[in-house]
């Protein structure tokens, strides 16, 4: 690695206050052969200025850059090497950000440490129908500025993924079926190629079990990873729904999961732990009258996990990729109108064969049948682990990321 390569994490846009992306910037800090790492916030050339304080709270051993002009941000990049991380598209706001990491020649890193990455485009099609006025409005917020972007880094104009660090095989396996990689098969042109060079890693749970930051011994509760459903941000992106309609759908939904969990905790005589999803504003009562009945935490998630008896997802989420690597009992509790999340799930479950619940009103379980195929179903995790959570065992993703940036 050369002595004036720079790793830095770039902000365009929404990244939000970075104290919140400590974890993450320490990981990169561990990639990093220089001594300085840069934080970058080139906000200055959005195209419409944003008054978000991205500097809440300050990391220690990261240096602050915010160019204030072209100058600066010129004359910061002079004969340097400069690897980032953090924009992989944008949106139309940052824009001039992604067109001045073209001109400069930047080199964008891509990096997806979770394991098998939960994509709605995997999922059977025919599997939920949506509405037609949900499907112009997931085209118009997600995949047109992504059309115009992919057009546009085929020109030239825009930078394309430089590296892209992977710990699923089914993803990697994915790419080299794609046009742009059969294309460079067979012309030696990178010209439809996204992502320019694919790398694969161990997940970042392997990396936290490798290096034993969690007790797996423990199994003292019932483990709630909520997804939020009507009320998390991709949702509302992907969906047209009525604000009475919405209510109608949390109440029922909430009543629903709730009935099971006071069956559950009554049956296992364990406590249940209700992980609240970081990006979900639960400002309804179908929360609030549940307070004396559960533990409610949040930013905490991967630590009860791991001393989970049984981890209960209600939706599609990375972590399930912790549960299974960590051996733990997965139900994943799903409501049938929740198509987003449903769609999310069968990604997964075409990969491995997990144990899903469709909720309704005063749902009745078998909770000893319900156990003994929970069990049954952990002994078909190590297929999964090995394709999608483990490359190679004793070391850690970032230590290959870091080996692969050396060449």
């Not at 002079?78 to 924009?87: D, E, L, R, S």
């Not at 006025?133 to 394309?160: E, H, Q, V, W």
């Not at 935490?297 to 972590?319: C, D, H, P, W």
Request: hydrophobic share 40%.
């Amino acid at each position: 690695m050369s002595k004036k390569f720079i790793l830095s994490y770039l902000i365009d846009y929404n990244v939000g206050d970075i104290s919140k992306n400590s974890i993450y910037i320490n990981y990169l800090k561990k990639i990093n052969n220089n001594k300085k790492f840069y934080v970058i916030d080139m906000t200055h050339f959005l195209l419409y200025k944003s008054k978000k304080n991205f500097f809440k709270k300050k990391i220690k051993g990261i240096v602050y850059f915010k160019p204030k002009n072209l100058f600066e941000l010129f004359n910061f990049f002079k004969n340097k090497k400069v690897f980032v991380v953090g924009p992989v598209i944008g949106d139309i706001n940052a824009i001039f950000i992604h067109i001045l990491l073209r001109i400069l020649n930047t080199k964008i890193i891509f990096i997806n440490f979770w394991g098998f990455y939960l994509n709605i485009g995997m999922s059977k099609r025919t599997l939920v129908k949506t509405s037609f006025k949900s499907k112009i409005k997931y085209f118009i917020n997600i995949k047109l500025y992504y059309y115009f972007y992919r057009f546009f880094s085929t020109l030239g104009m825009l930078p394309k993924i430089s590296y892209y660090f992977e710990a699923s095989s089914k993803r990697i396996d994915g790419l080299k079926n794609s046009f742009g990689h059969k294309f460079y098969n067979k012309f030696n042109n990178q010209l439809f190629k996204y992502f320019l060079n694919t790398k694969r890693i161990n997940s970042i749970f392997y990396d936290r079990l490798y290096e034993k930051k969690f007790n797996l011994l423990e199994k003292k509760y019932i483990v709630v990873v909520d997804s939020g459903y009507i009320d998390h941000p991709d949702y509302k992106l992907r969906t047209h729904l009525s604000s009475q309609l919405e209510q109608k759908l949390r109440i029922n939904h909430y009543s629903s999961l709730f009935y099971i969990l006071h069956k559950l905790k009554k049956k296992t005589k364990k406590q249940v732990i209700f992980c609240l999803h970081p990006k979900v504003d639960y400002n309804n009562n179908c929360i609030k009258k549940e307070k004396n009945n559960f533990i409610f935490v949040k930013g905490q998630t991967e630590k009860f996990i791991s001393k989970s008896y049984m981890t209960i997802f209600t939706g599609g989420s990375s972590l399930l990729n912790m549960a299974i690597l960590n051996k733990k009992k997965i139900l994943i509790l799903l409501d049938k109108d929740n198509y987003y999340s449903i769609k999310l799930v069968s990604s997964l479950t075409s990969q491995i064969n997990l144990k899903i619940i469709l909720l309704k009103n005063n749902l009745k379980i078998n909770f000893n049948k319900l156990d003994f195929e929970l069990n049954k179903k952990l002994k078909k995790y190590d297929i999964f682990i090995n394709k999608h959570l483990i490359y190679q065992k004793n070391t850690t993703s970032f230590k290959q990321i870091k080996s692969y940036l050396k060449h």
